[in-house]
C-alpha cells in the first residue's frame, strides 16, 4: 500500500495517532482523568443512595406501633448483653496489654472504625467491588480492611474524596492468608469462581492435609492476621470440600461465604491507628 | 463546543449510571449486566467522524473510571469499534430498528469478551462458564429490550440542543 493510499485511510490513521497519544500520555494526566470522571458520576450514585435510604425509612414509618414497641424492647435486651461484652473485653484488653509489656511483645495494631453506608454494590463476571459512602473526608487509606457481623467484606482499593471502593472477599482481586478457627497454621484463600444464582464462594491452597472438611463437616475459616491488612481471628467463611491438589503436599478446596455479603447495606472500615505498625 | 458529541457523552454517562443500578439489584442474584454496547449506535450510524471518535474516546473513559480496567481500554475499543463501523456503514444497511439494535449487539459482544484479556488471565479464570453465559445472555437481552428507548433518548436530546442527526445524516457527507 502506497503512503497515499494510506493517508485516504483517513479514519483509521486518525485513529492510530489518538491511540498513540493516549499510550504516550503522562500516567498523571491519566490518573487526574480517572479521578475527575469517577467524581463526576459520584453525585448521581449519591443521589440515587440517598433515595434508596429515604424509600427505607418511608417503608419503616408503616409499621405498627406494636411493632416498634417489640423491636425496641428486643434491642434493649441486645444491649444489655453487649454491655456485658464490653465489659469482658476490656478486661481481656488490660489482660494482653499487661502481658505484651511483661513479655515485651510487639503489641498488635490498633483500629478505629468507621462505619459506611453502601451507596453501589457490583457482583460482576470477573470482579466483585462495593462503592462506600465515605472516603477520604472519613480518613480511609487504600488497603484498609472492610468488615461486617458477618465476618470479612473486602478491603479498600480506591479512595476518592467522599467515597472509596472495596474489592469484595469473594473477588479474585482478593487474596487473604487464612486459617482454619482454633488451628494455628495459615493457608492461602482467594475470591471466585462465583456461579451465578449462587451464594458467594472462595477457593483455599495450601491447607495441611490433617484438615478435613466436608458440606456435612464444614470448616469455619477466620483471617490468619499475617500480612498486615487483617487483623487475626475474622470470619471469612466456611470450607465445604478439601481435596489433595496436584502436588500431594497440601489441600485445596471450595469455601462458602456468607450469604448476607451480596444484599450489605452498611459495613465498617477498620482504619489503622498507627499505619506504621502495619 | 460541538453539542453532538457533548450529548453523546452525556447520554452515555447516564447510561453507565443506569447500568450500575440495575447491577446494585442485580447482586441479590448474584449475576450482572454489561450495556456499554449501547453507547455505539447512534455515533457509528450518525455521526461524522470527528464528533464521533470524541464521543466514543470520552465514553469510553467514562466506563474506564468506573470498572476495574486498565484506564482508557474501553476507551480505545470504543473508538476502533466506531471507526471499523464508520468506514464501512455505507455498504450497510442503516434505516429501521434492527440496524442499530444489531450494531449494538455486536458491539456489546465484543467489549464484553475483551474484558477478560484487560483483566489479565489470574483475575479472567475467577468465574464459571456457566456465569459468563448468564451474564452475557442477561446483557444482550438487556441491550434488545433498553436499545430502541436508549436511541430515542439520544437523538431526542440532540434535538433538544436543535441538532437533527437524521436531517444531517440525509445532506452531502452525512451518514445517508
Not at chain 1, 511483645?105 to 457482583?123: G, K, N
Not at chain 2, 437481552?141 to 440542543?161: I, N, P
Request: glycine share 8%; net charge neutral.
Amino acid at each position: 500500500m502506497s503512503p497515499l493510499q494510506f493517508i485516504r485511510q483517513r479514519p483509521f490513521a486518525v485513529l492510530a495517532v489518538v491511540a498513540v497519544l493516549w499510550l504516550l500520555a503522562p500516567v498523571a494526566v491519566k490518573r487526574l482523568a480517572q479521578v475527575s470522571l469517577f467524581e463526576f458520576g459520584a453525585p448521581a450514585d449519591f443521589a440515587a443512595s440517598y433515595a434508596r435510604d429515604l424509600q427505607q425509612y418511608w417503608s419503616l414509618r408503616t409499621r405498627s406501633k406494636n411493632e416498634l414497641l417489640q423491636t425496641a424492647r428486643d434491642l434493649a435486651n441486645l444491649n444489655a448483653s453487649y454491655e456485658l461484652r464490653i465489659q469482658e473485653n476490656e478486661s481481656l484488653r488490660e489482660q494482653v496489654q499487661r502481658l505484651e509489656e511483661a513479655l515485651h511483645l510487639p503489641s498488635d495494631a490498633e483500629y478505629r472504625t468507621e462505619i459506611a453506608r453502601v451507596v453501589r454494590r457490583e457482583f460482576g463476571t470477573w470482579s466483585q467491588r462495593l462503592v462506600i459512602r465515605k472516603g477520604r473526608n472519613a480518613g480511609i487509606p487504600v488497603g484498609a480492611p472492610v468488615v461486617f457481623t458477618g465476618g470479612v467484606v473486602g478491603r479498600v482499593a480506591e479512595v476518592y474524596a467522599y467515597t472509596a471502593v472495596v474489592d469484595l472477599v469473594s473477588s479474585p482481586t482478593l487474596r487473604i492468608a487464612a486459617m482454619v478457627d482454633g488451628d494455628s497454621r495459615p493457608f492461602s484463600f482467594q475470591g471466585g469462581p462465583n456461579p451465578p444464582f449462587a451464594q458467594a464462594r472462595g477457593a483455599v491452597e495450601f491447607v495441611p492435609l490433617d484438615i478435613y472438611a466436608s458440606e456435612q463437616a464444614p470448616k469455619r475459616i477466620v483471617t490468619a492476621g499475617l500480612g498486615g491488612v487483617f487483623p487475626a481471628g475474622i470470619v471469612i467463611g466456611h470450607v465445604q470440600s478439601l481435596e489433595l491438589d496436584t502436588g500431594g503436599l497440601f489441600k485445596s478446596g471450595t469455601v462458602l461465604l456468607d450469604p448476607r455479603l451480596n444484599e450489605l447495606h452498611e459495613v465498617a472500615v477498620l482504619v489503622p491507628l498507627n499505619p506504621e505498625q502495619q | 463546543m460541538d453539542p453532538r458529541w457533548v450529548v453523546i457523552v452525556l447520554a452515555n454517562a447516564f447510561l453507565v449510571f443506569l447500568e450500575g443500578q440495575l447491577n446494585h439489584y442485580l447482586a441479590h442474584a448474584p449475576v450482572s449486566v454489561y450495556l456499554c454496547g449501547l453507547a455505539l449506535p447512534v455515533a457509528g450510524l450518525r455521526l461524522r467522524f470527528r464528533p464521533g471518535l470524541i464521543a466514543m474516546f470520552l465514553t469510553g473513559l467514562v466506563i474506564d473510571a468506573v470498572r476495574p480496567l486498565p484506564f482508557g481500554s474501553t476507551a480505545l475499543l470504543l473508538a476502533t469499534l466506531f471507526t471499523a463501523w464508520h468506514s464501512v456503514r455505507a455498504r450497510l444497511p442503516r434505516d429501521g430498528v434492527a440496524p442499530p439494535i444489531i450494531g449494538a449487539l455486536v458491539a456489546n459482544l465484543v467489549l464484553f469478551l475483551t474484558q477478560p484479556l484487560l483483566l489479565g488471565t489470574a483475575i479472567a479464570s475467577g468465574t464459571t462458564a456457566g456465569r459468563v453465559l448468564v451474564d452475557l445472555l442477561l446483557s444482550q437481552l438487556g441491550v434488545v429490550l433498553l436499545g430502541t428507548w436508549f436511541f430515542a433518548l439520544q437523538e431526542q436530546a440532540l434535538l433538544l440542543r436543535g441538532v437533527d442527526l437524521a436531517e444531517e445524516a440525509r445532506q452531502p457527507g452525512g451518514a445517508l
